[in-house]
Each structure stands twice: as structure tokens, then as C-alpha cells.
């Protein structure tokens, strides 16, 4: 299956955040003015009994002459005892401001784009001291000449789509991204929610990071990600290649469920059941993968081409697929297998449904559903998919390379182990539906 990008625009111009610029009041240095003039010993009383006034300062990064710089060079900011008032960075000779944001910690303002390779740079902070006065920082720096070579990266998310309530945001790498250098990388990832809906990004693998809240998103969210890649070292003197950015809509919530002792796939649509649909899963000797899946792809019609396997091969045009697995398992319609569906496993490892139940299914899910598979011979294999909702929250957050908020480390999250669904016991299936089957057909 070949590895999906999708390439969006970079990010537009974007206003400072005034809550996050009144937060920025870090601790600074003791000290105490000089007064000219005798002092009473009253005054010498007072002035032992009231706080030392703790001293301004403002320091920024990268260093004034500092050369060679990644074009996903930030500007530092370290404050004490201020608040920020204005970040300027303009390319040498120009007079246009570039727009940028401050990150949420305080620690760094961040332009909207990459800057250009082989420029030169001026930033100017500036900044206000808790008794009026007015800081100010000036630093000029060049950036480094394009590489030679940089790192594929790929974005799984479409601007403008409507995504399920599991939906991982999904960044891959074309070269494996050595341990050293993940902690960088994955600060140049950036997501927002609306509603506000933190989460934490974890390593899948050296070639992919997820990105999940401990809950499902709630229906309605809308959720910004910015892949802020390009530039940004990658280790083994590689660096990445594109900036991304998309804008995604979570649908209603659609939760799937297949028992494969009942041989039954259960969809429920915000919580109540919808359908009670029959079900051929893998046999025994290609099962299915039972864990907790997403959907990763919604495909009309599609072609099966498994020649070159070990045990040979078929060619077949699948109608209503919905990925679940790298390894080529699929919801799908399966007319040849109807007769099957509800008793017998027949299938290559897929998920098989008649025509009717897989075109309702198809026009009711979405990319970034939730699918729980139990009973099968197989365990659904980590990174096999986006496995990110298939591992406890505890052992979910440990995959990533930064620290985690206590408030996120401690959080309540969906409990992946038991995979239980999410009414039980399940009231009568609103409908059901099956067709004759046809004549044998390869299965798959």
C-alpha cells in the first residue's frame, strides 16, 4: 500500500496570544536600588520590612552573529520579572515583520513559516518590567544553505475532512528518525482543539508519531495540526522537507464491534445501537487481528492484488473498503461470501459484509472510526495500523520523547484493555440485513 501525503499550505499570519503574553512572568535575581541621601532609622526599618524588588531582565536566542542556523530556528525568550510585549524578526534589508506565535510555555516564539536558506536575520524583543520600564534585545543571525538531502515526511490528514472520534493525528518519516533526535523533532508539532482537548504525541516507531487525547474527540471538534518540518535536523545530518498544516472536523461518534464467537458486527451511532450486521472474519489459517483499530482509509472501489505471495495469489475488485491494518485487512463488501456471514470464516483476514450492510456502513463512518475486533486466533501486532487506541493511556504516553504534563500523565482515558462495547447488554439490532449469496468466488 503506498504511504500517503498530504501536503497542505503553511500556516497564515497569526496574532499574539494575550492570555499567553500576561503569563509570561518568570522568576529573576534579587536585588535592591540604591537611594541617595541619609536614611532615617525609621526609613532603614520600613526598607528591612518590605520584599527586595527583584530585578528585570530579557535574554533571547540565537546568539547576535550566530550562522549556520536551521530555517525552524525559533527565537528564545527568557524573561524574569516582565512581560513580553512584541517579538520582530525581519530578513536584513527588509522592513516586513514575519508573523509568528509564542509557544504555550513561554520559551520560544515561533515563525508561521520556514525562514529562507543561506538569509540573514534581525529579531527584536521587547519586553515591559513589573515597574514600567522598558526592556529590549536585539540579535541577528544566517541561516544554513539548503541540504542536500532531506527526510519524506507525510501528514495523514486532509484539510477540510470530516474525521471519527479515534482519529489520531498521523506523522510519518521516509527515513527512521534516530532516538536522539525525536525530542526536537516532535516539538515542531503542533496541535490545537476547539473545544480544548490536550493530548500527547508518542513514537510509534522511528518512522511514526501519533497524536491522541486520552477520550475520544468529542463530535463537533475541530482540530488544527501543524507539521512544522521543514528545515528541522533529523539526525545523521538529514533534515525535513516540508512544513504541513490541516484542519479537521470530528463527526458524530460511530463505534464498531465484532464478535467472532457470535460472527456479528454491532455499529452504534452516538452511543445507541444502529445495526446488527453478520460478519465472515479471517479463517483459521489467515485470521483476522483482534485489538482496537481505526479506520484509516474509505475507498469506493478498489482492486485486491496479492500475487506474489508465498501461497499465491488473486486479483479482485473490492467495492465499500475501510482499511483497518497496514498488513491489507479491510472492512469491506463481500457478495461471494454471504452465505457465510453470520456462521463461517471464510476470508484472507478481512472483515466481510454483504453489499447492502457495507454501503450503509461506508456512508455512515468516517476515516478515524474506532473498530474493536475480539476472539480471533491473531493479536493485532503494534504499528500494524494506527494502533494508537491499542495500548493502555499509561503505556500509550510512555512512547513519547518529551516529558508529559502530570495533568495528562494522570488522566482518566477510554479503557482499550477490555474492549467492551459501549452498551451492554446490547439492546435488539435495529435492523439486520443479508442477501442470497452467489455462486463460490474467491474469498478474501
Not at 497542505?8 to 503574553?21: C, D, E, F, M, N
Not at 482492486?303 to 498488513?327: H, K, S
Amino acid at each position: 500500500m503506498p504511504r500517503i501525503v498530504v501536503r497542505a499550505r503553511t500556516l497564515g499570519a497569526r496574532t499574539l496570544s494575550a492570555a499567553l503574553v500576561a503569563a509570561l512572568v518568570g522568576l529573576g535575581l534579587v536585588g535592591c536600588s540604591a537611594h541617595p541621601g541619609a536614611i532615617s532609622p525609621l526609613d532603614q526599618s520600613a526598607a528591612a520590612a518590605a520584599p527586595a524588588q527583584q530585578a528585570a531582565s530579557l535574554a533571547i536566542t540565537p546568539g547576535s552573529g550566530a550562522a549556520q542556523q536551521p530555517i525552524s530556528t525559533e527565537i528564545g525568550v527568557n524573561l524574569a520579572n516582565a512581560d513580553l510585549v512584541h517579538v520582530r524578526l525581519v530578513r536584513s534589508g527588509t522592513t516586513q515583520e514575519l508573523p509568528g506565535r509564542l509557544r504555550a510555555d513561554g520559551s520560544a516564539w515561533v515563525p508561521d513559516a520556514p525562514l529562507a536558506y543561506s538569509a540573514s536575520y534581525e529579531a527584536t524583543v521587547s519586553a515591559k518590567s513589573a515597574d514600567g520600564r522598558d526592556l529590549a534585545q536585539t540579535t541577528s543571525f544566517t541561516t544554513m544553505p539548503a541540504p542536500r538531502s532531506s527526510v519524506d515526511t507525510g501528514l495523514y490528514a486532509f484539510d477540510g475532512q470530516t474525521v471519527g472520534v479515534a482519529m489520531p493525528i498521523v506523522v510519518q518519516f521516509g527515513h527512521d528518525i534516530p532516538a536522539d533526535a525525536r525530542a526536537e523533532v516532535q516539538k515542531r508539532l503542533f496541535v490545537t482543539t476547539d473545544p480544548q482537548q490536550p493530548g500527547v504525541w508518542s513514537w510509534a516507531s522511528p518512522r511514526e508519531i501519533l497524536y491522541r487525547a486520552p477520550n475520544y474527540w468529542k463530535p463537533g471538534t475541530k482540530i488544527n495540526v501543524r507539521s512544522a518540518l521543514k528545515g528541522v535536523p533529523m539526525g545523521n545530518g538529514q533534515f525535513g522537507d516540508a512544513d504541513r498544516e490541516a484542519t479537521v472536523t470530528v463527526g458524530d461518534k460511530v463505534f464498531m464491534y465484532v464478535d467472532n464467537k457470535a460472527k456479528q458486527m454491532q455499529v452504534y451511532l452516538n452511543d445507541k445501537l444502529a445495526r446488527t450486521m453478520p460478519v465472515s472474519l479471517g479463517k483459521p489459517s489467515t485470521p483476522s487481528s483482534s485489538g482496537f483499530m481505526v479506520t484509516m482509509s474509505h475507498e469506493p472501489t478498489t482492486v485486491f492484488d496479492t500475487r506474489g505471495e508465498p501461497n499465491g495469489g488473486y486479483v479482485i475488485n473490492i467495492q465499500w473498503a475501510m482499511r483497518l491494518t497496514w498488513g491489507g485487512e479491510f472492512v469491506h463488501s463481500a457478495p461471494w461470501s454471504v452465505g457465510s456471514q453470520g456462521h463461517t470464516n471464510v476470508s484472507h483476514g478481512c472483515v466481510n459484509l454483504s453489499p447492502t450492510n457495507a454501503k450503509w456502513l461506508f456512508d455512515l463512518s468516517h476515516v478515524g472510526d474506532p473498530i474493536i475486533v475480539k476472539g480471533t486466533e491473531r493479536t493485532l501486532a503494534h504499528g500494524n495500523g494506527w494502533t494508537a487506541w491499542d495500548l493502555p493511556w499509561s503505556q500509550y504516553i510512555t512512547g513519547s520523547a518529551l516529558p508529559v504534563p502530570p495533568e495528562l500523565a494522570n488522566a482518566s482515558a477510554v479503557d482499550n484493555v477490555t474492549g467492551a462495547p459501549p452498551a451492554a447488554p446490547a439492546p435488539a439490532p435495529a435492523t439486520s440485513q443479508t442477501s442470497a449469496a452467489p455462486a463460490a468466488r474467491p474469498t478474501n
